[in-house]
């Protein structure tokens, strides 16, 4: 459960990070898109991490 949790952060981050590097370095640039992506990804990172050392990520179904 909290493996399935983390593989989805880490592909959120994946793509942002691809996004960033797309963006620096293939046309069209864009430093300001680059930036944001890789804001979001540190920020998705940082957010998850802290969750998951509070114990708040949990499965919102039930099974049972």
Known sequence: QAFSQ??????MIWGL???AVGRISDEPESTATASAALAVAVAIALAHAAASRRGRLRSPVTVG
């Open 6 to 11: 983390w593989a989805v952060a880490a592909a």
């Open 17 to 19: 990070v691809w996004i």
